[in-house]
């Protein structure tokens, strides 16, 4: 029993940094219908950032998240407004193209300025473990951390989307592009939004990793930006509770079954649930068809 | 108010409007009418900004519209309700109210637009909190003319608001349309009901494959004979 709530706390753990990338994924094709494979190496930048800042400049944690989300979300829109904007009313298979072109060209972009090698990211956190209320249950407080910020990054994220007027106009975008034009809704500002606070969230995922594992690599965002898109999809692409139900549940499965003797089978184990749910629900465990009415 | 001067508008190779000429003078109704496919809704987006014209004019009170973003449409006064009502289905009834005021910061002065919206409609303040995909057709089309108000229109742009609607909602909705021209708001209705149209309206033109063919009286139309005969079945 310790021993699985231990598991459950490394599984909530992996799952907020899933569920943190996913979210962009999501918020980005729920507004264009775009699936952005280059989210995954903003996340990678995002970690890059925090390295600069803590190693070179000895930024403290926060300080460093909050610049490294900011970082993000500038290049975020960049990435928009330079290779998704002149290309939005083409085909699908030419954004996906043009997606899988810009992720190169951070990859190897990013390769060219900080060489391939692995780099080591600084300890910014406690690597301190707790007794819980004195039983055996052992929590590294660094899983406490990422699971903390991320928590309360989705709820300033809730609070935008449901209270603000900006997120009023994402969700009215992302429902119906035409009549929110009517509205007087500014299309292109509210692609910026949203590119700016998806890219903002893989940012401070990529912080969170770097702080964790404290190694970092130009191709460190492939993985997980994979994985992120899996729990997307499972989810629900386009649906923002998918993108958070979806990462809790893949990071959650992939640590039990690592924890339970399979970790040679983890990757196996999600892309079954992703086929599996893709088969059943294809619009993601968290989508429904809504009907039109007359 | 609003002037349409030679207006072409394409989608890809097809010709939707060949050299459409349009005037509407402050506080009519005017109506535009004609079969299904004929460019009617392409007239009312090319207004709106969603569809720009290859050629011709759209003047607004003197102004050129033509370069104009949609969101400073709406700000200059023009607002349009889609045709088939286009609610956001996944919002509820207030927020969608609250993006019809989107362009607007006066805070007390939409608190007080909202309570008239609501005592046009009062089945909007009832569910209010409801999310709007859950009314029915002729519920979603008062929330739609209701979104559009909430922009304080001087010209209000109106696609089939009959559509699918049962008879008797119908007539509420025209009912409705003649009170908002009342009170002060202009109105240029598209309809495939000529006939409840042409005896709301002041002045109507009839588009047919893209081209105005017939304009004048509503009145005068509603009895001549090739409209009656054409349009008005029979
Ligand atoms: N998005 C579009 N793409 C291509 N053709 C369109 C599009 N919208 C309308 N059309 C064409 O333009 C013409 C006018 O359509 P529309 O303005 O919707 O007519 P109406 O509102 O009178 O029914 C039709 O022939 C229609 O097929
Ligand atoms: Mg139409």
Redesign the interface.
């Known amino acids: 029993m310790d021993q699985f709530i231990q598991q459950m706390v490394n599984g909530i753990s992996l799952g907020s940094i899933y569920a943190l990338i996913a979210l962009g994924y999501t918020m980005v094709y729920g507004i264009i219908n775009l699936i952005n494979f280059a989210h995954g190496d903003i996340y990678m930048v995002g970690a890059y950032v925090g390295f600069a800042l803590t190693t070179f400049l000895h930024f403290s944690f926060f300080p460093a998240l909050f610049i490294s989300m900011l970082v993000c979300s500038i290049l975020g829109i960049i990435i928009e407004k330079v290779a998704y904007k002149p290309i939005r009313n083409s085909t699908r298979i030419a954004a996906l193209i043009t997606a899988i072109s810009v992720s190169l060209f951070l990859e190897y972009g990013m390769m060219y300025f900080v060489k391939a090698e692995t780099r080591t990211f600084p300890a910014l956190l406690p690597n301190k473990q707790i007794n819980l209320f004195h039983t055996n249950i052992v929590l590294d407080i660094r899983n406490l951390y990422i699971i903390f910020v991320t928590i309360s990054l989705m709820a300033i994220l809730q609070y935008i989307i449901y209270k603000t ?1 900006v997120g ?2 994402m ?2 975008v992302s ?2 592009r ?9 299309i292109n500002k509210t692609i910026s939004y949203t590119f700016a606070m998806g890219s903002a969230l893989a940012g401070a995922a990529g912080v969170l990793v770097g702080t964790y594992y404290n190694s970092i690599n130009p191709l460190m965002g492939v993985a997980p930006g994979l994985k992120a898109f899996v729990a997307a999809v499972i989810g629900g692409i386009g649906i923002i509770p998918g993108a958070v139900f979806g990462g809790f549940f893949l990071g959650i499965t992939e640590t039990l079954v690592s924890a339970f003797g399979g970790s040679l089978y983890k990757d196996a184990v999600s892309f079954t649930i992703l086929i599996f749910v893709l088969l059943v629900k294809p619009n993601g465990l968290l989508g429904k068809n ?1 009907k ?3 | 108010m609003l002037e349409l001067q030679n207006l072409h508008v394409y989608y890809g190779a097809i010709h939707a409007l060949r050299n459409v000429c349009l005037k509407i003078n402050e506080g009519e109704i005017v109506t535009l009418i004609g079969a299904n496919g004929a460019g009617k809704t392409t007239v009312l987006r090319t207004i709106s900004g969603i569809e720009k014209a290859k050629s011709g004019k759209i003047l607004y009170n003197g102004q050129e519209l033509n370069s104009r973003s949609a969101s400073d449409i709406v700000k200059l006064g023009i607002s349009h309700v889609p045709e088939g009502r286009r609610v956001f289905s996944a919002m509820s009834i207030s927020e969608n109210l609250e993006m019809g005021a989107f362009t607007r910061s006066d805070k007390s002065q939409i608190k007080k637009d909202l309570d008239n919206i609501f005592s046009l409609f009062p089945v909007l303040l009832e569910r209010k909190n409801q999310l709007a995909g859950t009314l029915s057709g002729g519920e979603q089309q008062m929330l739609a003319i209701g979104r559009a108000l909430l922009s304080r229109p001087k010209l209000l742009l109106l696609d089939e608001p009959s559509m699918g609607l049962a008879p008797l909602i119908v007539k509420d909705i025209f009912s409705i349309i003649r009170d908002i021209n009342k009170e002060g708001t202009t109105i240029l209705l598209v309809e495939q009901n000529a006939n409840m149209a042409l005896q709301c309206a002041n002045r109507a033109y009839i588009i047919k494959n893209g081209r105005i063919d017939i304009e004048g009286n509503a009145q005068a139309l509603l009895n001549d004979e090739q409209v009656k005969n054409a349009y008005l079945g029979g």
């Open positions: 007027k009023k106009s969700r009215a429902l119906d035409d009549a929110a034009q009517l509205m007087g809704i500014d809504i039109e009415k007359v």
